[in-house]
C-alpha cells in the first residue's frame, strides 16, 4: 500500500469539560476536573475523495509545564497554543504524506513553539492530536484500521529527516513484523491521595456511586495485578504509604507487579538511590521491592539529561516521561544510563514508533543490556482518547498500560449519552453497560482489545460535536 499524499482541507477544534469522581493527586498537585480537546479535521486524497479524522486528549494541567508560577488555565491556554499553531501549520502545507506532513513541520514548530515560550513537550501536544487525526481520516478512507495500516506503512514513516539514527533498519520490515496485542493488563494507578482500605476513608468521604473507591477495592472488583505507585520524594511520606500499600498486595497471590513514578519529584539520583536503600531496609517492603519493574522519571527534567547517572547501585532501570520532549530525547537518555522511555498518545504516536524501532535496533546488538517501553497514562478519557492510546499501545506490544481514567472519572462524565452509548455498541469487549452508563470492562486485570483493529485510528466512531463548544482562542503568553 503506497502511502498517499494528502492535503488537509479543514481542522476544528472543540473543548469538553469533565469532572472527577475521585480526587487524583500527583506530583505537586491535586486534580478534580478539567478540559478535553477534541480534533476534528478533514482531509482530500489525489483522487478527489475527502474524509474526516478525530483525537482527543485532555488539557492537562501541570504536567506538559509544571513551573508553579503558572497557573491551570496559563497551562491549558499553553496547549491551546500549540494546537492552534499547528493547525495553520498543516492548513498551509502543501499535499504531503502523513509522516512527512509530521516530519516537515516538527522543527520548524518546535521553533515557532520556543519563540512563544512553549516547552517541547506543549508544542508537542498540538501536532501529536493532528497527526492522530490525519492518520485516522487515512485510514477510514482506506477502510483499514490502525494496525492494518502501520503493517503496509500507509503513513509513509522513514528514518530520514527526523531519525537519522535509524537509517540502517529497515523500517517496512519493522513496521510489517509488529504483532498487535488483543489483550492488555490494565496497571492501576496509586494516587497520592488514594486510600489503601476503608479504614482510610474518613467518614463523608465515600463515594457511593458502586464503583470502587480504595486500592482494596479496586483489586476486588478489577483483578488488577499491575500497579503504579506516585512517589512524592518525601521519604518520611512515602515510606509508611509504601508500607500500607505493601501490606495489602502482600495479601494477594504471588506475581504481580509494581513501577514506581517520581514525577519529577526528586532532587537528583542520589536522593532516588537513598530512598531505594531505604525501602530495601525494610522488611515490611521485601515483596514490594523485588516486584518493582522501574522507576519512571524520579528527577526533575531540567537536570534529568544534564549529566550521566552515577552508578545506580542495583536501583530498578530509570525510565524517562516528562524528559522525552525532543525525538531524540530517548536516544541521548540511554547514552546517561536511562534504560527506558514511555509512550503516550499526547506526546506523538509517531515518536513512540520510533523509539519501538530504537528498541528493537539497541537490544540486537546489546541484548545483555536491553532497553524498554512502558505504556502510562494521562487521563486518557473513554471514548477517542482511551482508544486510540490502547491501539497504539497494542502495536507496539507492551503487555500492560497503566490506566487511570476509569477510576478517577465517571465514565464518559461530560460526553453525550448517545456517543457513550455509540462506544458501547462499536466496542462491547472494552465497555460494558452499568446501570450508570457504559464503564470499561476489565476483566481479571485485563482489557479486551480485538475490536480496535476496526477501520480508522482505534474506532469507527465518530464524537458528536453538535452541543460541544468551540475550543477558545488561546491567550498565551499571559498579559
Known amino acids: 500500500m503506497d502511502a498517499p499524499r494528502l492535503r488537509v482541507t479543514a481542522v476544528d477544534l472543540f473543548e469538553s469539560t469533565y469532572r472527577m469522581r475521585l480526587p487524583f493527586r500527583f506530583g505537586a498537585i491535586t486534580v478534580t476536573g478539567g478540559q478535553q480537546a477534541i480534533v476534528r479535521l478533514r482531509i482530500r486524497l489525489p483522487d478527489g475523495r475527502e474524509g474526516e479524522g478525530f483525537a482527543a486528549d485532555a488539557l492537562a494541567a501541570k504536567w506538559f509545564d509544571k513551573d508553579p508560577r503558572l497557573s491551570d488555565e496559563d497551562n491549558q491556554h499553553q496547549l491551546r497554543a500549540s494546537l492552534q499553531q499547528a493547525r495553520e501549520a498543516y492548513l498551509a502545507a502543501p499535499p504531503l504524506s502523513a509522516f512527512a506532513l509530521f516530519a516537515q513541520h516538527h522543527g520548524p514548530l518546535q521553533q515557532a513553539g520556543a519563540r512563544r515560550g512553549l516547552n517541547p513537550l506543549v508544542t508537542s501536544y498540538g501536532p501529536a492530536l493532528l497527526d492522530r487525526a490525519v492518520l485516522d481520516a487515512l485510514c477510514r478512507l482506506e477502510g483499514v484500521g490502525l494496525w492494518q495500516a502501520l503493517h503496509a506503512n500507509l503513513p509513509g514513516i522513514e528514518a530520514a529527516p527526523v531519525a537519522p539514527d535509524l537509517a540502517r533498519l529497515d523500517l517496512p520490515a519493522f513496521l510489517a513484523g509488529q504483532q498487535p496485542l488483543r489483550r492488555l493488563a490494565a496497571r492501576h494507578t496509586v494516587g497520592l491521595l488514594d486510600p489503601i482500605t476503608a479504614a482510610d476513608v474518613t467518614a463523608g468521604a465515600q463515594v457511593h456511586d458502586g464503583l470502587p473507591q480504595t486500592l482494596e477495592a479496586v483489586i476486588a472488583a478489577y483483578g488488577n495485578r499491575h500497579f503504579k505507585i506516585k512517589l512524592s520524594g518525601q521519604p518520611g511520606a512515602d515510606l509508611p504509604r509504601l508500607g500500607r500499600i505493601a501490606a495489602l ?231
Not at 252 to 258: C, D, L, N, S, T
Not at 320 to 346: H, M, N, P, W
Request: charged share 20%.
Open 249 to 479: 498486595l502482600d495479601t494477594q497471590p504471588p506475581g504481580w507487579a509494581v513501577t514506581l513514578d517520581g514525577n519529577e519529584q526528586f532532587e537528583d539520583a542520589a536522593a532516588v538511590i537513598a530512598l531505594w536503600r531505604q525501602m530495601r531496609a525494610d522488611p515490611a517492603l521485601v515483596s514490594l521491592c523485588a516486584a518493582v519493574r522501574f522507576i519512571e522519571q524520579p528527577i526533575a527534567r531540567g537536570r534529568a539529561l544534564a549529566a550521566p547517572l552515577p552508578d545506580l547501585q542495583g536501583l530498578p532501570p530509570l525510565l524517562i516521561d516528562e524528559s522525552d520532549g525532543e525525538l531524540d530525547a530517548f536516544v541521548r537518555a540511554r547514552q546517561l544510563g536511562y534504560r527506558g522511555v514511555s509512550t503516550k498518545a499526547c506526546k506523538g504516536f509517531y515518536k513512540s514508533i520510533l523509539n519501538r524501532a530504537r528498541c528493537l535496533l539497541w537490544n540486537a546488538a546489546s541484548p545483555a543490556d536491553p532497553c524498554f517501553m512502558s505504556a502510562e497514562d494521562l487521563t486518557t478519557l473513554p471514548g477517542l482518547a482511551l482508544q486510540q492510546d490502547l491501539a497504539l499501545v497494542a502495536w507496539l506490544g507492551i503487555g500492560d498500560v497503566e490506566r487511570n481514567a476509569h477510576h478517577f472519572v465517571d465514565g464518559f462524565q461530560g460526553r453525550p449519552a448517545a456517543e457513550a452509548q455509540a462506544f458501547l455498541a462499536a466496542h462491547p469487549d472494552l465497555y460494558q453497560a452499568t446501570p450508570a452508563g457504559p464503564r470499561l470492562r476489565i476483566v481479571d486485570g485485563e482489557l479486551a482489545v480485538g475490536s480496535l483493529a476496526a477501520a480508522g485510528f482505534g474506532t469507527t466512531v465518530s464524537p458528536t460535536l453538535d452541543d460541544t463548544p468551540a475550543m477558545p482562542a488561546s491567550a498565551w503568553p499571559a498579559g
